[in-house]
C-alpha cells in the first residue's frame, strides 16, 4: 500500500470512529508497521494539518474540527469511468446543452489533473462501429424520464424495415456496445421493449404520466438471458472454446450467469443462457474457428446455415 493511500485510509478511519484507536489496530489496518504509523500520522499533521489528537486510548480527529484531505482520490476504474464520461459527453452534446456541458467537462478535466491527467486528449477512446443518436432526441427522452411523461414515437424496425407508431412510458436509457437504447414499456406491445435510439424517426413528450415498473422487474427482465434482447430464458446455449486460438475469451465476462469448464489445456466449455439468439450467433461467429457451438442443435443450425449462406458469396 502507498503512503498517499495510508494517508486517506487513516482519514477514512477517524471519521467513522466515535473513540480512539490504538496504534497496534491502526497497523492491521494500514497493514505497516508501528514507525509507520507514527510517520504517517505526523505527515497528515505537519503537511495537511490534521487536527489529530492523542490520549491513552490511541488518536482521535478533534471533535469540533471540520476537516477534508485536499483533492480527490480515483481508483485505476473511476479514472477510466470519467474518461468515459467525457467521451459520451462529448459525443451528445447539442447546440443547445454546448455551454452546460463544457462546464461539466472543464470540471472533469480538474478532477482528472489531481491524479495527473492533465490532457485527456492524448488517452483515445474509440467507439467502434458506433450508432449515434439524435442529440435532440436524447435530450427529450432524458426529459421524459425526468419529468414521468409517456412519449409518442415513430420507430423503423431494422431488420424489415417497417415504421410504426408507439406509446411508450420510458423506464431507462441504456448505452451498449456503443450505441444508446431505450428500454421502455411499450403500449401497443403491453410489454417491455428495447428501441435503438438511431432508429426513432420522430419523438414528443405526451401529457400522460408515465407507467413506472418496479427496478426488480426492469433488472430481472435484462439479467435473466444473453445479450442486448434479454427476456426470459429459452435455452442455454454451450459453446467450446480454444483458449490457444482465442486466449482473451477467459477474461471475457459475457453474462452474470455463464458457466465456464475447462476441458483441457486448450479448451473451456462456456454456457451461457438466451432468449433471442441473434446477437449470441454474432458473437461466436466472430471467434472463427476458435469457437464451437456443442448445443443445442437449434443453435447449431443457425449458425451452420449462416456461414453456409456467407460462403455462397464467395463461390
Partial sequence: MKKIERIYLLDNILK?????????????????????????????????N????????????????????????????????LLMAAHLLEDLQSESLQKPMQRILSNIDKVLQQKGITNRRLI????????KPNAAFFQTIMSAL???????????????????????????????????????????????????????QQLTIDIEKSKRLPIETLRAHYAESYGIFSGQMKST???????????WTLFEHWHSKQQIE??????????????????LVGDVMRLGTAAQIIEPSALKQII??????VLSHYK
Fill in 50 to 81: 490534521a487536527p489529530i489528537l492523542s490520549d491513552e486510548h490511541g488518536v482521535y480527529y478533534h471533535r469540533d474540527a471540520a476537516f477534508d484531505l485536499p483533492g480527490i482520490r480515483l481508483s485505476a476504474e473511476e479514472t477510466q469511468g
Fill in 237 to 247: 446455449a454451450t459453446i467450446k472454446i480454444n483458449i490457444n486460438q482465442a486466449p
Fill in 262 to 279: 475447462r476441458l483441457d489445456d486448450e479448451h473451456i466449455l462456456l454456457k451461457i443462457p438466451y432468449n433471442d439468439h441473434r446477437e
Fill in 304 to 309: 451452420a446455415t449462416e456461414l453456409q449462406s
Fill in 146 to 200: 425526468q419529468t414521468e411523461k409517456k412519449l409518442k414515437i415513430t420507430y423503423q424496425t431494422r431488420g424489415k424495415q417497417q415504421t410504426t407508431e408507439r406509446l411508450v412510458s420510458p423506464q431507462r436509457l441504456t448505452s451498449y456496445k456503443n450505441s444508446w437504447y431505450l428500454d421502455a414499456w411499450c403500449h401497443l406491445r403491453e410489454n417491455i421493449r428495447l428501441f435503438a435510439l438511431e432508429q426513432i
Fill in 16 to 48: 467513522q470512529r466515535r473513540t480512539p484507536i490504538s496504534v497496534d489496530a491502526l497497523k492491521e489496518r494500514l497493514e505497516c508497521s508501528q514507525a509507520t504509523v507514527y510517520r504517517i500520522i505526523a505527515t497528515m499533521r505537519d503537511e495537511f
Fill in 124 to 131: 483515445q477512446i474509440i467507439p467502434a462501429l458506433s450508432r
